[in-house]
């Protein structure tokens, strides 16, 4: 997917898939991936998530990576906090305490850069890329975090009905995805479309929120 796209999502504002709260599945299902305070969770095209905060809050570290440079001082912004600014082979490294982030090309992120990383939660990366690319983004999140468990939320719908992003990613993708390098417990999978009334406008019938525990 084109860069630019996302670079004017940002600029414009348009952010439909910015939550305006913690999400409530990170909440209820945190603890399946077994932390203890102090340890680090890698976020995947993070954009300025209030999730950021609260696993801050439960006392973990947090490694982030965005392409946009506009969502990471957001980010920073939200949080009070004044990050130093590095560059890196991708863009720039921002860093204040427990929290990095790494603003710029993910596909360019190498298990160096990162340290040590205990699990990893994705609740919009994944479904923001296309079928295209999602082969080698799982490949990327196995190398880059030595199979470091991953709580896992993906929107599954019909995709004739609507084009991403988000895009639909159902059980059978996942599982294509990375069967060969997890054990995959399906956590949950909830109609939500009553909640989504954008989904409904562009035409789709049914929509799914699903949640995945990858060990």
Known sequence: MDPTFW??????SELGFHLPQVHPLLKRYLGGLSLEAGQTVFLPLCGKTLDIGYLLEQGFSVIGAELS???VTDLF??????PDITPWQGGNRYRHGDLTVFQGDIFLLQPDDLEAVDAIYDRAALVALPDSMRERYARHMVTL??????LLITLE????QMDGPPFSVGEQQVRTLYDNDYRIA???????????PVFRERG???LYENVFLLT
């Open 7 to 12: 670079h004017q999502k940002w600029q414009n």
């Open 186 to 196: 399906p956590l949950s999978r909830k109609m939500i479309l009553d909640h989504e």
């Open 204 to 206: 789709v019938t049914a």
């Open 69 to 71: 440079d506009k969502a």
């Open 157 to 160: 719908y019909d995709q004739q």
């Open 145 to 150: 975090n030595d199979k470091a468990p991953q």
């Open 77 to 82: 912004a939200s949080l009070n906090r004044q």
